[in-house]
């Protein structure tokens, strides 16, 4: 009998991927719990954006009309690739009551500053120029909250406190991938994606917790708006589904996925100073008003 070793090969690439898709079911389940397992969780974390957009379709549009109006400058996306680097606190109770709060200068006149909050009278988030509102949980305060604090309102909390999906969840296809050191502590390394996004979390290996998430821009996006989906969607906005009308939201879509497949960068939240199972006393939880 003939052993084709192509064919042993690709056999044993089969094996090793399921054997590293099954590894990282176990460490997702042992991450999930040794977050859940927690009395309290604080963190001192820091976010940082690096985002290029100098080859989607709006960057090119703007250079080549140049910089009239002030739509280009030196701190334009659109121009050069640009790194931005937030500050967020994380601070969690088992009863329920947490703090998740952030700071981002933006520019020299705007601060991208806001909290998240539950401080024993019902959940409640700030956002800049939309002021104070209140959530009807804490799984919607911190999940509203996560596009503003760069995912580190989510990331540990959904684990936290057992949010479906969580932060695991949601990541299609985890698979271990090699161990990597990170600021001295040796780190699990979990690889998937996210709406077609790469998507990388470090796992402390000495106590399941995660210490950094990183999102890689590009790729992914919407999927293509088929002709009948147009119609559809015209209809339930009131429109009038003419061939115009549904060219036009289809060119809109293809825009979409265009622009989020040549967006370059990454999103990285780097989870520092962690502290657990230590009392959060309830003063700094509280809401922090102007």
């Known amino acids: 009998m003939k052993i084709f070793p192509a064919t042993v090969g690709l056999a044993l690439i089969g094996f090793a991927t399921g054997v590293s898709a099954q590894t990282a079911d176990l460490l997702v389940e042992a991450t999930r719990a040794a977050h859940a397992g927690l009395k309290s969780y604080s963190a001192e974390s820091v976010v940082t954006t690096r985002i290029d ?133 040796v780190c699990y390394v979990l690889g998937g994606r996210l709406a077609g996004q790469s998507v990388i979390f470090w796992i402390r290996k000495r106590d399941r917790l995660i210490i950094q998430r990183r999102q890689v821009l590009g790729g992914g996006g919407p999927p293509p708006l088929t002709e009948a989906e147009a119609v559809k969607l015209l209809k339930e906005a009131g429109a009038s589904p003419t061939p115009e009308a549904v060219a036009g939201l289809r060119k809109e879509r293809e825009e979409q996925r265009e622009t989020v497949r040549s967006t370059k960068g990454h999103i990285t939240l780097t989870l520092k100073k962690i502290s657990v199972n230590e009392p959060i006393d309830d003063s700094v939880l509280q809401p922090r008003l102007p």
Request: net charge neutral.
């Open 53 to 185: 957009l100098t080859q989607t379709p709006a960057g090119k549009a703007a250079r080549a009309r140049g910089f009239k109006g002030g739509e280009l400058g030196t701190d334009s996306a659109f121009y050069k690739p640009q790194t931005r680097t937030s500050r967020v606190s994380v601070k969690l109770r088992r009863d329920g009551r947490y703090r998740v709060e952030w700071e981002q200068q933006v520019g020299q006149s705007f601060t991208n500053k806001g909290a998240a909050w539950n401080a024993g009278e019902g959940d409640f988030i700030q956002v800049p120029a939309k002021g104070i509102g209140r959530a009807p949980d804490k799984e919607t305060a911190l999940g509203a909250a996560s596009g503003f604090s760069g995912g580190a309102s989510h990331v540990v909390a959904s684990l936290f406190y057992g949010f479906k999906p969580d932060s695991l969840s949601a990541i299609e296809g985890l698979t271990e991938l090699p161990e990597e050191t990170l600021d001295g502590e």
